[in-house]
């Protein structure tokens, strides 16, 4: 059989491959066994913290944050991207405060959120959704901005309300920018949340992961980064699964109008 | 000078009218503490710069932020080149990198506490941890779009592999790198902070969460202040410097035209 090089199993041999490497560094004591535990022993403690139900309360508690925060984000920032890319005047007034919010890095809210909200919920709500509002706000004004303006005239023609005409023609036009601003702010969610859990929580999967580390349960560390990693990647394809289909319902109706 | 025109206004009287009803609910509130006036905020940050407190941790950060920031730019860049270039390198490595890229990056903090402790080596080694990541995967898809023409040019000219390396795939990629390292510069005061505040240990990310618990909250804002206008100026700095970069680029591409 020939090898072949661009093979994804090849790819999959070297994933796999991590496993034992992984096992006899720690075996072999050539790094420290205390902080880098066989990986049997990590994976072993992943399997119990799973059926425990530890690990997947801790990542329900995370999701039930960022989902909150998210959707809470795309219900205020979508809908006022569309008002400042369709109303010049919303944009001015608005654009300077935008401006002056923007550069301040994600992580130096959580002071001034754990102010106002405490450690609880509330805290990390608004600071996802205090940093996802600008992939979210800027990508959709970007997509209502550069719709084609024979769009826009042709619904103006056809007598269409305004109302009609962003949810039937601005919308749709602008969606696969607004998809964009969405994915972005995937990745800025989970990041945050981990973030917020680390600096003032009591649960949640941050905080599970640094609280194993602070009383050296090193393989319950490395267990909660696995899962993580495993969430991030599942979110990830559950996106693109949703792009899809909402490409594909966008597809659709164009062909059924025509 | 920009024209006067151009000048925002009704952007700039909102956003200073927002400051004044700020000042002025403020003043006249019981819950000062959360929400001390703008102009005592401003106070404390001239009183904080003068006292040269603040000196000290804005230079802890900043010092972190380079040096994260520079080793994750030339370890991601070399890094990319290589698996852009060889596609084998690529199908060995691309599951690994596609399985870890999507855990927040936030989370290797605990690891790096363990192995490196709570100094400075620790918070450099997460930001070049996250850093990497955006320019390693931009990178990559600027070298794997470089037009093969130009390659196969290079070996009809009879270059070496690394020349092609040096002259041909890092230049023609660089869009992409330079893409890269923009999204880099804002994760890399992300992750700073962050580490900042779980490890303490100094810079702008401890000072502001250590305001808040000390309710010093007009000490605070200011943090939050310094450390968006640390953010701005560094974003700037980077436009100004890609500016220049690139115009060079032009130049000497133009020059090996002739």
Redesign the interface.
Known sequence: MKWD????L??????LA?IPVWELISRLELVNPL?FPPMSKILWSLYLLVFSGDIPYQILMSLKRAAMGYFLAAVVFIPLGIAMGLFG?VH??????IE??R??????????A???FGLGDAMKVFVIFFTCAWPMLLNTIDGVRNIDRVLMDTAATFGLSRRRAVTRVILPAASPQIMTGLRISL?IT??L???SE??GSTDGI?YF??D??RRFK?DQ??A??LS??IL??A??QLFLLFYSSVLAWHKGLTRMER | MRPLKTI?L???A??FS?LLLWEISSRSSALQV?FPPVSEVVLSLFRLMLSQELLGHVGKTVKRFLTGYFLSAVLAVGLGIILGYF??AY??????I???R??????????A???LGIGDSMIVAVTVYACTWPILINTIDGVRNIDRTLIHTGRTFGLGQWKILRRIALPAASPYIVTGLRISL?IA??LV??AE??VGGGG??YF??D???SLR?SN??A??VL???L??GL?QLFLYIERKMMAWHRGAAAEEIV
């Open positions: 090089r661009e093979s994804k090849n790819g999959l041999i070297v994933f991590v902080f005047w001015r007034i608005l654009e300077v405060v002056m919010l550069p301040i890095p994600p992580p130096a809210i959580v002071p001034v754990i102010l106002f990745a989970l990041i949340v981990v973030i680390m600096v941050g992961i640094l194993s580390q090193v560390m490395y909660g980064m993580l990693a991030g990647y979110l990830n | 925002n009704a952007g700039l909102f956003f927002l959360y596609r084998l199908a060995f490595f691309e599951m690994l596609e399985f870890l999507p855990m927040p990056s936030v989370a290797i903090i605990p690891v506490i363990l192995f804002a005061l992300i902070t962050t505040m779980v702008v990310g502001i969460l305001e808040e618990r909250t605070m804002y943090g939050v450390i968006a206008l953010g701005y974003n």
